[in-house]
């Protein structure tokens, strides 16, 4: 398993991919790019898809799945593990 990081919109660095492959190898990341595998040889299992974050450093997307959070960062969406679809939690 192997990570790449990049900064979130405040210059913290945080994971940008997770991958997941049989046999060692090296990952890169670029300005266009979150992370990729190199190497021809280097077969992945799994990938997390590319995570993003807001300004105030919450992951807002983990590949296709979205969260959202209220005014003072408590997470109000998210998926739900068995279908991905999403979830509202109110506040009260």
Same mark, same amino acid.
């Given at each position: 398993?192997?990570?790449?990081?990049?900064?979130?919109p405040?210059?913290l660095?945080?994971?940008c991919? +997770?991958?997941?492959? /049989?046999?060692?190898?090296?990952?890169?990341?670029?300005? /266009?790019?979150?992370?990729?595998?190199t190497? /021809?040889?280097?077969?992945v299992?799994?990938? %997390?898809? %590319?995570?993003?974050? #807001?300004?105030?450093?919450? +992951?807002?997307?983990i590949?296709?799945?979205?969260y959202?959070? #209220?005014?003072?960062?408590r997470?109000?969406?998210?998926?739900?593990?068995?279908? =991905?679809?999403?979830?509202? =939690?109110?506040?009260?």
């Amino acid at each position: 398993m192997r990570e790449a990081w990049t900064p979130d919109p405040n210059g913290l660095p945080r994971p940008c991919a +997770i991958f997941v492959f /049989s046999t060692s190898g090296t990952l890169s990341t670029g300005s /266009s790019t979150c992370g990729t595998v190199t190497g /021809s040889d280097l077969p992945v299992n799994w990938t %997390s898809g %590319s995570y993003a974050y #807001d300004g105030a450093s919450n +992951i807002t997307a983990i590949g296709t799945s979205t969260y959202e959070y #209220d005014k003072v960062g408590r997470l109000t969406a998210r998926p739900t593990p068995a279908r =991905h679809s999403r979830t509202m =939690h109110s506040a009260t």
